[in-house]
T-cell receptor
Framework: GDSVTQKQGQVTLSEDDFLFINCTYSTTTYPTLFWYVQYPGQGPQLLLKVTTANNKGISRGFEATYDKGTTSFHLQKASVQESDSAVYFC??????????FGLGTTLQVQP | DAAVTQKPRYLIKMKGQEAEMKCIPEKGHTAVFWYQQKQSKELKFLIYFQNQQPLDQIDMVKERFSAVCPSSSLCSLGIRTCEAEDSALYLCSSSQSEGSQNTLYFGAGTRLSVL
């Protein structure tokens, strides 16, 4: 079945550092790929979404490119802020209607 | 901004008791999903409704849960007999239509603690 892999459980950075969160996926169809962010006490909220291979999603300084060749959708941000501290989930919809999530990456940004 | 409302925010039950949580989907959304989240990490799919009909659910839901959407503006998820392993955050989400590209909008969840 469809699956999403996030290998980094936790990332700790300082303000203005570069962020890279790894995400790879597996599906037999053409997926829609998502990054969701979850702040404490809240449900996940959409950060960005991409539906077409080789396209890039951009939102609030974050970006991710749908790479069909490497089946990856890594999340990047040039300069993180303390307010970016949250849990980030890579997700996809592929062969089924439901959203399949990765295990999540906790980002902690120190001032 | 989308607004999915979940009630109650917190629920405490003893082992063996019944639990019920409610969800008001975003107005106009026809698809409703429930997820279970433990320890603020992995989101586990539970059940999916389209136009108030359940279309997909995991075995655990079939066996021990009760889930209905009696109207387009209200859904509920119940646990017939709570077990300690059911302690988790239950998240309801909705989306506009059936297409796989549609974004899911989540509520803040109901945190269930089973003692």
């Amino acid at each position: 079945g469809d699956s999403v892999t996030q290998k980094q459980g936790q990332v700790t950075l300082s303000e203005d550092d570069f962020l890279f969160i790894n995400c790879t996926y597996s599906t037999t169809t053409y997926p829609t790929l998502f990054w969701y962010v979850q702040y404490p006490g809240q449900g996940p909220q959409l950060l960005l979404k991409v539906t077409t291979a080789n396209n890039k999603g951009i939102s609030r300084g974050f970006e991710a490119t749908y790479d069909k060749g490497t089946t990856s959708f890594h999340l990047q941000k040039a300069s993180v802020q303390e307010s970016d501290s949250a849990v980030y989930f890579c997700a996809l919809t592929g062969n089924t209607r439901k959203l399949i999530f990765g295990l999540g990456t906790t980002l902690q940004v120190q001032p | 901004d989308a607004a999915v409302t979940q009630k109650p925010r917190y629920l405490i039950k003893m082992k063996g008791q019944e639990a019920e949580m409610k969800c008001i989907p975003e107005k106009g959304h026809t698809a409703v999903f429930w997820y279970q989240q433990k320890q603020s990490k992995e989101l586990k799919f539970l059940i999916y409704f389209q136009n108030q009909q359940p279309l997909d659910q995991i075995d655990m839901v079939k066996e021990r849960f009760s889930a209905v959407c009696p109207s387009s503006s209200l859904c509920s998820l119940g646990i017939r007999t709570c077990e300690a392993e059911d302690s988790a955050l239950y998240l309801c989400s909705s989306s506009q239509s059936e297409g796989s590209q549609n974004t899911l909008y989540f509520g803040a969840g109901t945190r269930l603690s089973v003692l």
